[in-house]
């Protein structure tokens, strides 16, 4: 009895609905008036949940992929002006760092659903020369992970929402820890698999790009800094949660001297 529904109550009903993303890939989707119209829709919806009051003044804070087009910056920045009094649009890894008071001589790399956005800090907000953005993310593990299962296991019956739920019990990259198993469906009858190394390989997709921008944006630093912004690597978002993942980009970095990885 209702027009829309978001978020989780969306996905669970998935199969029922027309599922829409109105910010995949962290950008305003622009295919047709529907989007714009979803995206207004989800933009009013998370306002309405804070719950303001009716004299409250509304602030937003807008996070967006760090290479996001000036274009989609202004199309964001005139929607979310339509339901709030004052709206910011920052790039995410930014935030980050302001949020953990380190923007100074840092690198943090955000590992979202549809890109992982690196970031260089220097003091001040950074610009495009300061940032890349990748399209292997999360979505884009998911993808890799559902190829390698069937690879392996062509009889069992796979979609990307049965990968996601392997992703996030089991993923890690680096020396696995104990063998993972997982229960799927085959023909209708659940069938019990390893996973390890079809996790393993998904999840190390994600790597050689990461490590690559973080070295390219470590030289971007003058000399004589560079040593200090080793000590000051960050990863955030749901990526981050990669079992193994500091260790992994310690080792990887090691050539360039004794790096320190948090995961937040």
């Not at 967006?64 to 920045?77: D, E, T, Y």
């Not at 996601?164 to 019990?169: D, G, W």
């Not at 490590?211 to 912004?229: D, G, H, K, M, W």
Request: with cysteine; glycine share 8%.
């Amino acid at each position: 009895g209702r027009p829309y529904v978001v978020g989780d109550e969306a996905f669970e009903m998935r199969s029922y609905l027309d599922l829409r993303y109105p910010l995949q890939d962290g950008v305003l989707s622009e295919i047709s008036d529907r989007d714009i119209e979803v995206a207004r829709h989800l933009l009013t919806h998370v306002v309405k949940s804070a719950e303001p009051g009716a004299n409250d003044e509304i602030c937003a804070v807008i996070g967006v992929p760090a290479r996001a087009s000036g274009a989609n910056k202004a199309l964001l920045l005139k929607m979310a002006q339509e339901v709030v009094h004052t709206a910011l649009v920052v790039s995410e890894p930014f935030m980050v760092g302001y949020g953990l008071d380190k923007l100074n001589n840092t690198i943090i790399v955000d590992i979202g659903a549809g890109t992982t956005d690196i970031c260089a800090l220097k003091g001040t907000v950074p610009g495009p020369e300061d940032q890349v953005t990748l399209t292997k993310a999360g979505n884009y593990l998911d993808e890799r992970l559902q190829n390698a299962l069937l690879e392996r296991h062509p009889e069992l019956q796979m979609n990307t929402n049965v990968a996601c739920a392997v992703k996030e019990q089991f993923s890690f990259v680096g020396a696995p820890g104990e063998a993972a198993t997982f229960e799927f469906r085959a023909a209708g009858k659940p069938v019990r698999c390893d996973v390890t190394e079809s996790v393993k390989i998904a999840c190390e997709a994600l790597m050689p790009d990461i490590i690559e921008s973080i070295e390219i944006l470590l030289r971007s630093f003058q000399p004589e800094y560079q040593a200090t912004v080793l000590q000051n690597i960050v990863f955030a978002g749901g990526g981050s949660r990669i079992r193994g993942l500091a260790a992994y980009v310690k080792d990887k970095l090691r050539p360039f001297g004794n790096a320190d990885v948090t995961c937040v």
